[in-house]
C-alpha cells in the first residue's frame, strides 16, 4: 500500500514521493490517517477501520430522509463526519464520495486548536443516491428534536398549547445508553398530545461518547431533525438551546459562534428552514410544565423519560425512596429513581411548584429529600458540576417554603 502527501504526527506534511508501509515513517503517518467509506447500499452508513476495530454510524431507516434535497442530504453526511473523526481529529481524510462543504469540519478543529484536515477523494468513487421525492404524509410548520427528556418535552407541550403544528423526531440509539426507554417514551408522549412523531433509527459505533460528545452531537441532531422537518414543511427546527458564549468553555456543539456559523451555512445551501435553540431553564421548566398540563388538560410530566440510573437499577435505587419517603414515591413517575440528579430535579420542581399530585406529601418527607440531597452532594462530588444555580437556589428556598 502507498500513500502520497500526508500529514506526519506534527502536523506538517511527510514530503516527497510515495511511501510504503512497510518504512517506520510511513507507518507513523498512517497513524494519523482514516479512509471513510459510505456503504454503496445506504447513502447514510459511514464505517471506517482502526486498529481498535471497525467504527460507524449509519441511519437505518434512510428511506425516512430520500427526496429531500441534495444540500441537505450532504450536509447531513458531513455532520456525521465529524461525528466519526471528533474522538481523534485525524490528520488525513479519505472518502469514497465527495463532501460537498468542508467548511464545517475546519472550524471544528480550529475550534480545538487543530490544523484543518487533508481531505481527499479516494479512487473508488461511488455515485449518491439522493433517492426520489415523494408527498410528505406529514405537514408541521416545527419540528422538534424529540429525545422524550425534560427539554424537549418543554418545548413540543409549548407549542402544541400555542397551537402550533409540531412534528417530534427521535433519534433512537444516537445516545450509548437507554435508546428502548426513550423511544417508547417519545412514541408514547406524541401520541398522548396528539402530533405526529418520526423515528430516525440510527446505529452509533463512533466511539463518541462522553462529555466528548457534544463536539459534534447537537450539529448532527440538528441536521438530521431538519430533513425529517424540510420534508414536513416545517420552516423551523427547535433543539436544546442555552449555548455558550465563551469559545473556551465550551464544546464546539455547545459554542454560540457555532450556531451563528451554521445559520448562515444553511441559508447559504438554499435551505429554508431555521434552526433554534431553546434554553428550558432548569427547575423553573418544571414549574412551567405543572402550568402545561392544566392548559392542556393531558399528561406531561409523568410521561418524561429523564432517570440516570439503567433500567436494571431503578428498582432496586427506588426502593430506598418506597421506604423513606413513600409519598413522594408514590407521586413520581415509573421512570424515576428518586437518586440520581435528573431525579432529584424532577422531584425538586414538583415540590417547589406545587404539582397538585405532590399535595399530599407529608412535610417530614420533604425535610428527607432535602437532607438526603445536601448529603448526596457530599458523597459524590462530582456531581458538582453538573448542578446548575437553578437548582441550588430552589432547594435552600424550599426549605423556607415548607417550613423544615
Request: with cysteine.
Amino acid at each position: 500500500m502507498y500513500v502520497f502527501e500526508i500529514w506526519s504526527s506534527s502536523q506538517s506534511f511527510c514530503h516527497g514521493a510515495f511511501y510504503n508501509k512497510r518504512t517506520q515513517n510511513a507507518l507513523y503517518c498512517l497513524a494519523h490517517m482514516i479512509s471513510i467509506e459510505l456503504s454503496p447500499k445506504n447513502p447514510f452508513h459511514l464505517f471506517f477501520a482502526s486498529r481498535e476495530g471497525r467504527h460507524n454510524l449509519a441511519v437505518t431507516n434512510f428511506e425516512e430522509l430520500a427526496g429531500s434535497s441534495e444540500a441537505a442530504q450532504d450536509l447531513l453526511r458531513t455532520t456525521m463526519v465529524m461525528h466519526l473523526i471528533a474522538p481523534d481529529f485525524p490528520h488525513v481524510i479519505e472518502t469514497n464520495f465527495e463532501l460537498a462543504d468542508k467548511s464545517l469540519i475546519d472550524r471544528l478543529y480550529h475550534h480545538y486548536g487543530q490544523k484543518n484536515p487533508r481531505i481527499f477523494a479516494s479512487r473508488n468513487q461511488i455515485d449518491l443516491d439522493y433517492g426520489r421525492e415523494d408527498k410528505p404524509n406529514v405537514h408541521a410548520d416545527y419540528v422538534n428534536a424529540h429525545s422524550g427528556g425534560l427539554d424537549s418535552t418543554y418545548r413540543a407541550t409549548k407549542l402544541v398549547a400555542a397551537g402550533k403544528s409540531v412534528l417530534a423526531v427521535h433519534l433512537k440509539n444516537l445516545n450509548p445508553k437507554g435508546t428502548s426507554l426513550e423511544s417508547r417514551a417519545s412514541k408514547a408522549q406524541a401520541e398522548a398530545w396528539g402530533i405526529p412523531h418520526k423515528e430516525l433509527q440510527f446505529i452509533n459505533g463512533s466511539r463518541n461518547y462522553g462529555s466528548n460528545m457534544m463536539r459534534t452531537r447537537d450539529l448532527l441532531v440538528a441536521t438530521a431533525t431538519a430533513l425529517v422537518g424540510l420534508k414536513a414543511g416545517a420552516k423551523e427546527v427547535q433543539i436544546e438551546g442555552d449555548f455558550v458564549r465563551d469559545k473556551a468553555e465550551a464544546q464546539f456543539s455547545e459554542y454560540e459562534g457555532t450556531w451563528d456559523m451554521f445559520s448562515i451555512l444553511i441559508k447559504k445551501l438554499g435551505l429554508n428552514i431555521e434552526v433554534k435553540g431553546i434554553d428550558a431553564g432548569d427547575i423553573e421548566t418544571i414549574g412551567e410544565l405543572i402550568k402545561l398540563e392544566k392548559v392542556l388538560d393531558k399528561p406531561i410530566l409523568d410521561l418524561v423519560q429523564n432517570c440516570f440510573s439503567a433500567p436494571f437499577q431503578l428498582p432496586g435505587i427506588r426502593r430506598k425512596w418506597e421506604k423513606a419517603a413513600p409519598g413522594i414515591a408514590t407521586a413520581s413517575s415509573e421512570h424515576w429513581c428518586g437518586s440520581c440528579l435528573k431525579c432529584r430535579r424532577m422531584t425538586l420542581g414538583r415540590l417547589y411548584y406545587h404539582d397538585p399530585k405532590f399535595d399530599r406529601v407529608p412535610t417530614s418527607e420533604v425535610k428527607f429529600f432535602v437532607d438526603d440531597t445536601y448529603r448526596w452532594m457530599k458523597l459524590y462530588p462530582e456531581w458538582r458540576g453538573m448542578i446548575s444555580d437553578s437548582f441550588m437556589i430552589h432547594l435552600g428556598n424550599l426549605t423556607d417554603q415548607w417550613g423544615i
